[in-house]
């Protein structure tokens, strides 16, 4: 490095010292130095192709849709009719079944992910587990003893193992069981409340619902894995203290570990959220693919991800301009969701530390 | 025990009898046979009295036991699994251990500060207040928090900045942020377990003053590492040792009295060594 180099940074071409004889203490030696020196530039230039990489997908998406953004404008997305005979595209429903989907599966999916979560970190599978030992006097034996941590560990991982099931696997499941299972239930909600708009019209096959069942269930190890690594890292002595004032197991729960643990739970929320918009193969094959907009569950729907992968095999030049348009909504949709998430984080990091 | 030892107290009654004293002001009167944590015991014969407006100080070597003694007295030790108790805790007239009595009741009338100042990442009114909404007081709730700011001599450093987190505060601040939440709802025993440990000469020595003003209110047991700062605030010091005879490391009480006593004259030769700064 030449002699303009800052201050602070280590001298990398002379040692400070000449090693006297015999000496043990040694400057970094040249190998050493020339290491260090490959390994931190490998590292930048691997970051910054990573963010390159991102910079050139946008930019061929944005190319590939400028012609479409040309001739529909901004028609294209306040437009709720896509009829590629008559020459109208419009993905306004898409948009709101993307949303509308993800919304839903995100408050199911968090509900019972951050109650898998503190069930999870909390210790009660762990004492339930102790406490029936203790019962039989085998608690302190040492074949038993780590059984409560294992039991809860296994479960923990048997969650995660929901992240790896193949999202078509999943597609299949909804169309075969899920539907099946609560087609009856909805029917005779339609039938009972058919006033209440959420349960205007019944469900005849793929429709709202059985997606959002099977996006929450798909968004749920995502939530868990993240909050639970939120309320195990909340510091004991913020337990102890709360415990320590008289507190309830629920009471200090909720007043005191999960504000500490919100702001990790929210990120994976966010997370979630992301992942739940974009999810393409479940949706195309349990949404119903139908342009609409209704609040109705039970009703067909359609997202921008279907959408896509439903119009791919058959687009020509002009219609794969147009799916790179509603591409590009999709990605601006995910960013705005992503810097908002980043965005409220940073202000209660704020607000705690204040 | 070793046999070269001389007795631990006397035949005619355990050591921490005090002459000429009566029994009758002792709020929570302390009994340990024998504590276990799963298959390990812990402590073993430690009788402590905790005497009403005084301040009692738990010294000895580390892993002798005091904190876990300490712990002892409000339950929090059985948060820890596989923890197991012989003996008694008596506190207003009932075994705080027996069938039926709720932990956490426990917990609210005898209350502790902890070793590292552990305020919640909230704002210092919510943080004294929240033993207040635990214990659903209806009353003005500004004037208690108040109070139990100014009783933690913190009132006037915060006065104006109520609404800002207690995390904000100094390492000092915080451990009397703690203090005014452990007061705020009044309970009428106070333990804290190395209070100071955590915090620089000048912050010890607040603490220190704020424990001797709080010792007319409130009954305080304290565990600490530092002799003089038993020596200097302490009515009464408890000397627990380490018996490693038995395998294990059990802690146990040696000696207990009047610190003025126990400093000045201390009767058993662990206590006399531990004094003259022998072992720490």
């Not at chain 1, 500490?260 to 994976?268: C, D, K, L, V």
């Not at chain 1, 960013?335 to 984080?345: P, S």
């Not at chain 2, 104006?160 to 100094?170: E, P, Q, T, V, Y």
């Not at chain 2, 009954?219 to 038995?246: P, W």
Request: hydrophobic share 45%.
């Amino acid at each position: 490095m030449s002699s303009a180099a800052p201050v602070a940074e280590f001298p990398t071409s002379s040692p400070l010292f000449d090693a006297r004889a015999g000496e043990v203490t040694q400057a970094p030696s040249r190998g050493q130095r020339i290491f260090d020196a490959v390994f931190r530039k490998t590292c930048h230039t691997f970051a910054w192709l990573t963010i390159l990489l991102v910079g050139f997908i946008v930019a061929r998406i944005t190319a590939a849709a400028i012609p479409a953004i040309h001739t529909l404008g901004l028609g294209f997305v306040t437009g709720r009719v896509w009829d590629a005979n008559a020459g109208t595209y419009g993905i306004l429903a898409q948009i709101w079944g993307t949303i509308y989907t993800s919304v839903l599966a995100l408050m199911l999916g968090s509900i019972f992910g951050v109650a898998a979560a503190i069930f999870l970190s909390e210790g009660f599978l762990s004492a339930a587990v102790f406490g029936a030992l203790k019962k039989f006097n085998l608690h302190l034996k040492p074949v038993t003893l780590r059984l409560p941590d294992q039991l809860e560990r296994l479960l923990k991982e048997l969650i995660e193992l929901l992240a790896a099931i193949p999202s078509v696997v999943y597609g299949l499941w909804g169309i075969f069981v899920v539907i099946p299972l609560i087609r009856p239930w909805c029917n005779w909600l339609h039938a009972q409340m058919g006033w209440v708009p959420f349960f205007s019209t019944d469900l005849s096959g793929p429709g709202v619902l059985p997606a959002v069942l099977v996006l929450a269930i798909m968004i749920l190890p995502t939530v868990t894995a993240i909050s639970r690594d939120a309320l195990v890292s909340v510091p004991p002595k913020i337990r102890m203290a709360a415990y320590g004032l008289g507190a309830t197991r629920w009471e200090s729960l909720f007043a005191v570990i999960l504000p500490a643990a919100s702001r990790g739970i929210f990120g994976g929320i966010v997370l979630a959220f992301g992942r739940a918009l974009g999810e393409t193969m479940a949706l195309a094959m349990l949404v119903g693919n139908s342009n609409q907009i209704k609040l109705s569950l039970f009703s067909p729907a359609n997202t921008l991800a279907a959408l896509l992968a439903n119009n791919f095999p058959e687009a020509g030049p002009k219609e794969v301009g147009i799916l790179m348009y509603a591409a590009l909504v999709l990605l601006a949709i995910t960013l705005v969701v992503n810097v908002a998430g980043a965005f409220i984080l940073h202000r209660a990091a704020l607000m705690q530390s204040e | 025990m070793s046999t070269a030892m001389p007795p631990l107290r006397p035949a005619n009654g355990h050591a921490a009898t005090l002459p000429a004293e009566k029994r009758d002001d002792i709020v929570v009167d302390c009994h340990i046979r024998e504590l276990y944590y799963g298959s390990f015991k812990a402590v073993r014969d430690t009788e402590i009295p905790i005497r009403k407006n005084s301040i009692t100080a738990f010294i000895g070597p580390s892993g002798c036991g005091k904190s876990t003694v300490l712990r002892c007295l409000n339950r929090m030790n059985d948060l820890v699994r596989g923890f197991r108790f012989e003996g008694h805790v008596r506190y207003r007239g009932r075994d705080i251990y027996a069938h039926g009595i709720d932990p956490v009741a426990v917990r609210r009338f005898i209350g502790m500060v902890f070793q590292q100042p552990n305020p919640f990442a909230t704002s210092i009114f919510n943080n004294v207040a929240f033993g207040l909404r635990l214990n659903g007081f209806k009353g003005d709730r500004a004037d208690k928090v108040e109070k139990a700011l100014r009783a933690a001599a913190l009132w006037d450093e915060v006065k104006d900045k109520l609404n800002k987190s207690g995390l904000s505060l100094s390492g000092g601040q915080q451990q009397r942020l703690c203090i005014a939440r452990a007061i705020a709802t009044e309970p009428e025993v106070l333990l804290m377990d190395e209070p100071c440990s955590a915090l620089d000469p000048i912050a010890t020595r607040r603490i220190e003053e704020l424990m001797t003003e709080l010792s007319q209110k409130f009954t305080i047991a304290i565990v600490t590492h530092n002799l003089q700062q038993a020596q200097r605030v302490a009515d009464y010091t408890g000397f627990l040792y380490v018996d490693t005879t038995q395998g294990g490391r059990t802690g146990y009480l040696v000696e207990f009295n009047h610190s003025k006593h126990l400093f000045e004259d201390p009767q058993h030769p662990h206590t006399q060594q531990y004094i003259r700064g022998e072992f720490s």
